[in-house]
């Protein structure tokens, strides 16, 4: 199948009341792994990369891997880039190929953000490439990127000032979540992606979807949330499934890689399943094998 267009993906979803799944992997075996559930889920679902992700493989072959798996998939995927600051980076995904970006400037002023924000619009849609923004930061690191403080908040007209002036296609405010693992309840912003949708048609993106419940996740999909990021519980699935193979492979003194990858995989598969049901994408493939690139 032709590699999608996120903004295509989030928009049919925004319509049809459901959340497309964006998924951060870490190497081509976690790649595989996402778009084996999708396919048996029929769920569209948006691969994502951190910069770090990026900078460790290197974006051509990190593309190359994603677009052999694509092409061979049956269901609409697409690659978008998750949390970048770094202008050079971004610059390097677009003439590589990545479907989106997200021009995160949350650590800039405001006056500044809008500003390259502006840039960074006009620079991926001359290249057919989709723009997520986010210039109030989401709390919490992920990848080396963020901050454990509220760096910026704005209002809701701001945002979507900013967003209305810049052109960029997916919006990514503060809803009270945030990235890795809660250390106490969040507070959630339930009624700003109501207020949020009242000012804008622009998608709105959930970050920090780790550790949420269904009646949350239910809660901000009918509120209009369409695209939810899930970072960190992947990472969690890929780790502890090779913590528990290394430790049998100690006592029975068995080392098979081959078998670990195995584990590893089907641990990760099986994380992301849970959240293509979560989310209302499930089955959802069919509807959408029309939105290409």
């Not at 390259?116 to 690191?141: L, R, W």
């Not at 979507?160 to 009270?176: E, S």
């Amino acid at each position: 199948m032709a590699i999608a267009n996120t903004v295509d993906l989030v928009t049919t979803a925004r319509a049809d009341g459901y959340a497309v799944p964006a998924v951060n992997i870490v190497d081509e075996m976690s790649l595989r792994a996402v778009l084996k559930a999708a396919q048996a889920a029929q769920s569209p679902v948006i691969i994502q990369t951190s910069v770090k992700t990026v900078k460790a493989t290197g974006a051509q072959p990190l593309f190359d891997a994603f677009r052999h798996a694509a092409e061979a998939a049956t269901v609409p995927v697409s690659l978008h880039l998750d949390h970048c600051p770094d202008r050079a980076v971004i610059t390097e995904v677009i003439g590589t190929g990545w479907s989106s970006v997200l021009f995160d400037a949350s650590d800039r002023p405001l006056e500044q953000a809008w500003r390259e924000t502006a840039e960074v619009v006009a620079e991926a849609h001359a290249a057919g490439v989709g723009v997520e923004s986010e210039i109030e930061n989401i709390i919490g690191v992920e990848d080396g990127v963020g901050s454990d403080e509220a760096l910026h908040s704005y209002t809701n007209r701001q945002l979507v000032d900013v967003a209305t002036d810049t052109g960029v296609d997916l919006l990514a405010p503060q809803l009270g979540t945030a990235h890795g693992l809660y250390k106490a309840s969040p507070v959630l912003a339930f009624d700003r992606v109501l207020e949020l949708g009242q000012l804008t048609d622009l998608p709105i993106v959930l970050h920090g979807g780790t550790g949420l419940s269904q009646a949350d996740f239910d809660r901000f999909i009918a509120n209009g949330i369409a695209k939810i990021n899930i970072s960190t519980t992947v990472k969690l699935a890929y780790m502890k499934a090779a913590q528990a193979h290394i430790a049998t492979a100690e006592e029975t003194g068995k080392w098979e890689p081959v078998k670990m990858f195995d584990q590893i995989s089907a641990a990760v598969a099986a994380t992301v399943t849970e959240h293509f049901e979560h989310f209302g994408s499930a089955g959802k493939a069919q509807a959408l094998a029309g939105v290409g690139a």
